[in-house]
């Protein structure tokens, strides 16, 4: 009873009107702040595509018209022929365009068709002239139309085209001209009825046709990826069920493509050299591996149940392509180091202040032991510091829900548990990992606490404490990014592990320090565990002998 009545009188001590409302500021700053970097580095999942306008090509028609219209040879009349096309389907398209509000996704559709025409095109003169003398006299003569440029785009095409096919039996000709005005078909019905799913379709018959063709392996990803959109007809590339199959397909790409390297790759620099060595090099790999594989779980469980996802994905250049509010809430997980930082202007002098205003006196007349007083000030500190993370992850749960929607704050977490992904409460998911991401917070609390005592010096406390804070942000960047190999033994400390979340969620950046110092991923936990036991013993054991004179 004793230690609760003196925790509670450290609460009592350490509380006020004033402390609170800046905190609370200070917690809404940076809760706006991590909303506004996570909307900020995740953007929007579709690009721009380079689409020139149609005013922009029917000035390029009249160019082409003026070199092509009175053609005396089969191949300018069939490059006229490709402009002629495009400037219809411009035309005939635009207005749809216009009604959709010029979306990404069918301005991308009218430059792919923008590549497809000349072909058939292409196509049709190889049939009408096959194996014809004469066109093959013109093709080494129309040299200077292979290239490809602003004002040549059309003709780059048409002539690669008929350069590839020219020794194609008709039969095979004629296959192509027919898979092409179909496929063309489809991309014009695609953009006049605006329906997505119709270009998911017509990548599914492209992959189809050119593996009967080669005679290849159908992708079982890119398979099920268009199959998926087909089959639930999506309309909007930026459906969170698009944007799942297109990251399920993109990441079992990377997977088939992520090999473990051998030594002889390793030696010719086919593989990343930052790495210190072949057996580092092949543990990344590995490890990157893993995590693919459980993401690609994820995801497909997310296509198949219809559900959004919060992961973000590992891989040299990806990243999940869109938020959800769990992205958002998320971000709580990182709050500790504010708190920390606030713990260090509030705390910095949680003992030395009890000598300068010598109330430390008045304790010990009480019939208490100094251990007692001592660990009352530790439970306060690390019971302070999961308060204060619960005040910002309400501050931040009403921001999220107000700026993103509070309904996926109250769907399930997905998770991969002995190779199956599993639904579990998503609040439970978020108060179990806060907890442990909060263990290292603690640990430094604990070092706080250790420096307050042992030195009874405030400022020097707090300025300690910060420097540490700001060094620990710095530490996987050094070891992973720059190579500075000689600060590998940082890993065997509390330092790099403050900012926990980090570590709970393989960030790219954590894992290719890991392979580095060849640590395992609970070190982090299990050392400021140590480090704070052995800190509490050595400062109880120090201050109990201390001589108490002010």
């Known amino acids: 009873m004793k230690m609760i009545q003196l925790v509670r009188c450290e609460f009592i001590k350490n509380f006020s009107m004033k402390r609170l409302i800046v905190t609370v500021l200070v917690l809404t700053l940076c809760c706006f702040g991590f909303i506004k970097f996570e909307e900020f580095y995740k953007g929007n999942s579709y690009s721009e595509p380079l689409l020139v306008s149609e005013k922009e090509f029917e000035r390029r028609y009249e160019n082409a018209k003026k070199d092509y219209a009175d053609a005396d040879d089969v191949i300018q009349e069939g490059i006229f022929s490709s402009y002629e096309k495009i400037l219809s389907t411009y035309q005939l398209l635009g207005k749809?365009?216009?009604?959709?509000?010029?979306?990404?996704?069918?301005?991308?559709?009218?430059?792919?068709?923008?590549?497809?025409?000349?072909?058939?095109?292409?196509?049709?003169?190889?049939?009408?002239?096959?194996?014809?003398?004469?066109?093959?006299?013109?093709?080494e003569n129309h040299e200077k139309y292979n290239v490809s440029n602003e004002s040549v785009f059309v003709e780059a095409h048409y002539i690669s085209t008929l350069n590839h096919y020219f020794d194609f039996e008709l039969s095979e000709i004629e296959k192509e001209i027919t898979f092409l005005k179909s496929q063309i078909s489809l991309l014009e019905e695609a953009i006049q009825k605006n329906l997505y799913y119709l270009v998911s379709q017509f990548s599914y018959n492209q992959i189809l046709f050119d593996a009967e063709k080669h005679d290849v392996a159908l992708s079982k990803a890119a398979v099920e990826t268009y199959q998926y959109m087909i089959k639930r007809k999506i309309l909007d590339p930026n459906d969170y069920r698009a944007l799942n199959a297109r990251e399920y397909q993109f990441l079992a790409y990377n997977e088939e493509e992520r090999h473990i390297p051998t030594l002889e790759e390793y030696k010719k620099g086919l593989v990343n050299p930052a790495f210190n060595?072949?057996?580092?090099?092949?543990?990344?790999?590995?490890?990157?591996?893993?995590?693919?594989?459980?993401?690609?779980?994820?995801?497909?469980?997310?296509?198949?149940?219809?559900?959004?996802?919060?992961?973000?994905l590992k891989g040299d250049d990806v990243d999940s392509l869109y938020s959800t509010s769990k992205n958002f809430m998320n971000l709580g997980l990182h709050l500790g180091i504010v708190i920390l930082f606030l713990s260090a202007i509030y705390h910095a002098g949680i003992v030395a202040r009890e000598h300068d205003k010598g109330t430390i006196k008045l304790l010990l007349t009480k019939p208490i032991k100094r251990e007692k007083i001592l660990l009352s000030k530790i439970i306060y500190l690390i019971l302070d510091t999961y308060l204060l993370w619960l005040l910002g992850s309400l501050i931040l749960f009403l921001m999220v829900g107000l700026y993103s929607g509070f309904g996926d704050l109250f769907t399930a977490k997905l998770l991969v548990s002995h190779g199956e992904v599993v639904e579990v409460n998503y609040w439970l998911w978020y108060f179990k990992e806060l907890l442990i991401c909060g263990i290292p917070i603690c640990c430094f609390q604990v070092v706080l606490f250790s420096l307050s005592a042992l030195t009874l010096n405030t400022s020097l406390t707090a300025s300690i404490i910060s420097i540490l804070t700001v060094f620990s942000f710095m530490v996987w960047f050094l070891i992973s990014q720059l190579g500075l190999t000689f600060l590998d033994f940082l890993s065997y400390t509390p330092i790099p592990y403050l900012d926990y979340w980090f570590v709970r969620y393989n960030s790219r950046i954590y894992l290719e320090a890991v392979v580095r110092s060849n640590v395992f991923t609970g070190y982090g936990l299990l050392i400021g565990i140590v480090v704070a036991i052995l800190l509490t013993i050595i400062t109880l054991f120090v201050y109990r002998k201390r001589d108490i004179k002010n």
Do not use: C, F
């Not at 301005?107 to 003169?125: D, N």
């Open 96 to 139: 749809e365009l216009s009604n959709s509000g010029k979306n990404s996704w069918q301005k991308e559709t009218l430059y792919t068709l923008q590549y497809y025409m000349p072909q058939l095109e292409a196509m049709i003169t190889l049939k009408e002239n096959y194996q014809s003398p004469t066109l093959k006299t013109y093709l």
């Open 277 to 312: 060595g072949y057996e580092a090099s092949k543990r990344y790999n590995l490890i990157m591996r893993e995590e693919q594989n459980k993401q690609k779980k994820i995801l497909k469980y997310a296509m198949d149940h219809e559900l959004k996802h919060d992961v973000y």
